[in-house]
């Protein structure tokens, strides 16, 4: 079956540092690949996907590059703010699927 | 709003009695899906709908767990004689198209977390 594997934290940084987030899958077939944010109180946001080999997901200064060949999906921002701090997941849908399997979540906090 | 409401953001319960949570999805959206977000875990998936349709109930833990959205709108999910291990936060999502084939984005509710005593 389909599985995400992800990073395990908590991550703590210091503003303006470099942050990845690990991110490896299995799927049966051709997925579409998805990073979730979830701040504090809040419910889950998209913050970036990518659908086929190559493609590239950014947003908010996030970048994520679908790897077909090693099979990830790692999370990356050059300089992290405060306002940065929450737990990300990572998640997948296979084709010809419509539901999300999701990582574990890992949990960030950027300190000032 | 425009977005995915849920009610309500808490509950409480003791073990034993039956829970009702609601979810309100995007005006028009046609796909909903339950999850459940234990804790320091990622969502499991629960059940699809697709309007008025369940089209999957394959994640549901068990029969305690039921869910319906009658009118192809506001869906409710229901768990009976509710146990400790329910405690968890239960997400609903929206998506506008039918089985997302144009991979649009689930839009996701802030969820709503249940305690059971």
């Known amino acids: 079956g389909d599985s995400v594997t992800q990073m395990e934290g908590p991550v703590t940084l210091s503003e303006e540092a470099f942050l990845t987030i690990n991110c490896t899958y299995t799927?049966?077939?051709?997925?579409?690949l998805f990073w979730y944010v979830q701040y504090p109180g809040e419910g889950l946001q998209l913050l970036l996907k990518?659908?086929?080999?190559?493609d590239k997901g950014s947003n908010k200064g996030f970048e994520a590059t679908y790897r077909k060949e090693t099979t990830s999906f790692h999370l990356e921002k050059g300089s992290v703010q405060v306002s940065d701090s929450a737990v990300y997941f990572c998640?997948?849908?296979?084709?010809?699927?419509?539901?999300?399997?999701f990582g574990a979540g890992t949990t960030v906090t950027v300190r000032a | 709003g425009a977005g995915v409401s849920q009610s309500p953001r808490y509950k409480v319960a003791k073990r034993g009695q039956d829970v009702a949570l609601r979810c309100d999805p995007i005006?028009?959206?046609?796909?909903l899906f339950w999850y459940q977000q234990a804790l320091g875990q990622g969502p499991e998936f629960l059940t699809y709908?697709?309007?008025?349709?369940?089209?999957?109930k394959s994640g549901l833990p068990s029969d305690r767990f039921f869910a319906e959205r009658p009118e192809g709108s506001v869906s409710t999910l229901k768990i009976q004689r509710t146990q400790q291990e329910d405690s968890a936060v239960y997400l609903c999502?929206?998506?506008?198209?039918?089985?997302?084939?144009?991979?649009?984005?689930?839009?996701f509710g802030d969820g709503t977390r249940l305690s059971i005593l």
């Open positions: 990518a659908t086929k080999a190559d």
């Open positions: 799927a049966t077939g051709y997925p579409s």
């Open positions: 998640a997948l849908r296979d084709s010809n699927d419509y539901k999300l399997s």
């Open positions: 005006s028009g959206h046609v796909s």
């Open positions: 999502a929206s998506s506008e198209l039918p089985r997302d084939l144009s991979n649009q984005p689930q839009h």
């Open positions: 709908f697709q309007n008025e349709a369940q089209l999957d």
